[in-house]
Nanobody, 123 residues
C-alpha cells in the first residue's frame, strides 16, 4: 500500500512564503512523475507544477517565477516552495505521484493522490 502525506499548508499574508512537502511511503519500487495540483472553491482542479522522473519541471503560467517544485528521491518526497503568495493562490493543494509498486505480487504503476492541504493567503 502506498500513501502520500502532505504538510506545510496554513495561513499566510500576501507576499509571504510557504513550503509544502509530500512524502510517499509504502511498497515503492520507483516514483516517476510527481506534481502539485490545487482546487479553489467553485473552480476546477488545476495543475500547478510537475516534475518528471528525469527532473524536468513544468508550471502553470500564474505561478511561474514564484513557485519552485523540487524532489528528494532518496526520501520519496516532493516539495513546493511558494513565494510572493497572492490571495488568488488560496486553495486546497494536492500532491500527486506516479508510483511503480507491487500489488498481489504484481509490479504495476499507479497514480496516487494526497489528502490535500489548505493554503490560505489573506491579510
Amino acid at each position: 500500500q502506498v500513501q502520500l502525506v502532505e504538510s506545510g499548508g496554513g495561513l499566510v499574508q500576501p507576499g509571504g512564503s510557504l513550503r509544502l512537502s509530500c512524502a510517499a511511503s509504502g511498497r515503492i519500487l520507483k516514483i516517476n512523475a510527481m506534481g502539485w495540483y490545487r482546487q479553489a472553491p467553485g473552480k476546477q482542479r488545476e495543475l500547478v507544477a510537475t516534475t518528471t522522473g528525469g527532473g524536468s519541471t513544468n508550471y502553470v503560467d500564474s505561478v511561474k517565477g514564484r513557485f519552485t517544485i523540487s524532489r528528494d528521491n532518496a526520501k520519496n518526497t516532493v516539495y513546493l516552495q511558494m513565494n510572493s503568495l497572492k490571495p488568488e493562490d488560496t486553495a486546497v493543494y494536492y500532491c500527486n505521484a506516479d508510483v511503480v509498486t507491487v500489488v498481489v505480487e504484481t509490479i504495476t504503476e499507479r497514480e496516487y493522490w494526497g489528502q490535500g492541504t489548505q493554503v490560505t493567503v489573506s491579510s
